[in-house]
């Protein structure tokens, strides 16, 4: 099916640890961004992408990098995660910005 | 700065009521206007849009009209299903900030049987 794909689903870090979040579409969709979703807190924009090779900070993107090597793929880093990180990430897409985003089903990250 | 504001929730209804879920907005450009919804353990999903004034976006049988007037985007359905249970999001998208969409911080709606 068309869409955007995030991998992994779950994962369980210890503090410190490092690891990254795969993005993936497959709709030619020139923007990609990431979201963490906490309770309470809404949906905020971490870092956001508006084409290959290019990315731009969000409203929270202490702690984390990415790169947007190809069009298609997203990529979210945590170099040394604490446990302020534990989050659902949500990656998402879209043709611009009139015409909604595609988003992914979420990584469910918790970091002890 | 751009901003959405939703009423909060939970809301709990019965099936067959009607459901309505405001939304009110600032914005310095003209925004297209959004309603994603979240069912437990996925992502968004986008609902319905409008992109000008006086537009209405309807999907699945919720609407939504764009008012200018009273910059608002108040989402409706006449009667709710017990599968309608699911958190609601309004959003913007402002071609003046660079066309990152601003999200609510969302409406959690119960529906009973």
């Known amino acids: 099916n068309a869409g955007v794909t995030q991998t992994p689903k779950f994962r369980v870090l210890k503090t410190g640890q490092s690891m990254t979040l795969l993005c993936a579409q497959d709709m030619n969709h020139e923007y990609m961004y990431w979201y963490r979703q906490d309770p309470g807190m809404g949906l905020r924009l971490i870092h956001y992408?508006?084409?290959?090779?290019?990315?731009a900070k969000g409203e929270v993107p202490d702690g984390y990098n990415v790169s947007r090597l190809k069009k298609q793929n997203f990529l979210l880093g945590l170099e040394s995660a604490a446990p302020s990180q534990t989050s659902v990430y949500f990656c998402?897409?879209?043709?611009?910005?009139?015409?909604?985003?595609?988003f992914g089903s979420g990584t469910r990250l918790t970091v002890v | 700065g751009d901003s959405v504001t939703q009423m909060e929730g939970p809301v709990t209804l019965s099936e067959e009521a009607f459901l309505t879920i405001n939304c009110t907005y600032t914005?310095?450009?003209?925004?297209?206007l959004f309603w994603y919804v979240q069912y437990p353990g996925e992502g968004l999903q986008l609902l319905l849009k409008a992109t000008k004034a006086d537009d209405k976006g309807s999907n699945k049988g919720f609407e939504a009209t764009y008012r200018k007037e009273t910059t608002s985007f108040h989402l409706e359905k006449g009667s709710v299903q017990v599968s309608d249970s699911a958190v609601y999001f309004c959003?913007?998208?402002?071609?003046?900030?660079?066309?990152?969409?601003?999200f609510g911080a969302g409406t959690r709606l119960f529906v009973k049987a």
């Open positions: 998402a897409s879209s043709a611009a910005g009139t015409y909604g985003y595609t």
């Open positions: 992408s508006v084409g290959e090779g290019t990315t």
């Open positions: 959003a913007l998208s402002d071609p003046s900030g660079g066309f990152k969409t601003i």
């Open positions: 914005a310095t450009g003209y925004p297209s």
